[in-house]
């Protein structure tokens, strides 16, 4: 059997993604590549290169919205300023135009209480990211920061010794990570979804899951029992080789099967991995040889 080794080494030729959700609901999906990663270190940097280049534009945003809150600020100061002078330009001439010994019912609003008024009434309609961060007692500057350089609250990190990744997240500024099964085999993650600082069950497997596959001649032999179901297996591959080699596997020990069928006018093969799914290759050929002889039982 000849094959090419052309698959990803994540496993999957699908897109695989995790997503992190803010503390202020704002959501970033970020992809993986797909391209072979010799060791988990190569992956953690990718993934937090990943994280670094998908959450830019947040911090643009966030860094609008702050100047455009500050220009809002002060033009409340004016307001303010304006309204108190006009109340005390009233407040003179109704003090004059009074009799001498009356007094005043209601006292006259400083310029920080009227600017505090006008400040509380437009908090109320402030969109969600603002209100946040007014209720939350942050600022604009460490979200600006965050955002810009989010690795320094939402990072991943292999343990050599452990030979664990880890998730190290910071509750003031993110809510959770969320990522696909396949990634979360790959990292050892036991949980798809993530809320705090974690590290992963299980040892990174780099292959993704493939390290064998299955060769299934459907509606040629007769099925064979493979763990705890049936199936058309001509035979178990263990993958050898690196990344864009073309693998040649020669078998000493023939596995022979009963055929379903006489007579043969075309053989449908499959390669699929353990898990079921489609060999994700990617190019190249595959080349399978078999051979048929007369059974001696009748």
Avoid at 158 to 172: A, D, M, P, Q, T
Avoid at 211 to 239: C, K
Wanted: hydrophobic share 35%; with cysteine; charged share 25%.
């Amino acid at each position: 059997m000849v094959y090419p080794y052309s698959w990803p080494s994540l496993g999957t030729t699908s897109e695989q993604f995790f997503t992190v959700t803010w503390q202020t609901n704002e959501n970033v999906r970020l992809n993986v590549s797909s391209s072979s990663f010799l060791n988990p270190q190569q992956l953690k940097e990718n993934l937090n290169r990943s994280l670094e280049e998908s959450c830019r534009d947040l911090s643009a945003k966030m860094k609008a919205i702050h100047i455009e809150y500050i220009n809002k600020l002060k033009e409340l100061k004016n307001q303010a300023r304006q309204e108190y002078k006009r109340v005390s330009e009233l407040k003179k001439n109704e003090t004059t135009s009074k009799p001498e010994h009356s007094v005043d019912s209601i006292p006259l609003k400083t310029e920080t209480e009227i600017y505090s008024d006008l400040v509380t009434k437009m908090n109320e309609d402030v969109d969600n990211v603002i209100k946040f961060l007014l209720t939350s007692g942050s600022d604009f500057d460490s979200w600006e920061h965050a955002y810009l350089k989010p690795v320094s609250v939402c990072n991943f990190e292999f343990y050599e010794k452990k030979n664990r990744f880890s998730l190290f997240l910071n509750k003031s500024f993110i809510k959770s990570v969320t990522m696909t099964d396949q990634l979360a085999y790959i990292l050892g993650f036991d949980k798809l979804e993530i809320f705090e600082t974690s590290i992963a069950k299980f040892m990174p497997d780099m292959k993704g899951g493939v390290s064998s596959f299955h060769v299934y001649a459907p509606g040629l032999i007769e099925p064979m029992i493979i763990g705890d179901v049936t199936a058309p297996v001509l035979r178990i591959v263990n993958i050898r080789g690196k990344q864009d080699e073309i693998i040649e596997e020669q078998f000493l020990f023939v596995q022979y099967h009963k055929l379903l069928i006489k007579e043969i006018s075309e053989i449908f093969i499959e390669i699929r991995t353990s898990s079921g799914a489609l060999m994700p290759f990617q190019y190249g050929t595959c080349t399978l040889t078999l051979h048929f002889k007369k059974s001696t039982y009748f």
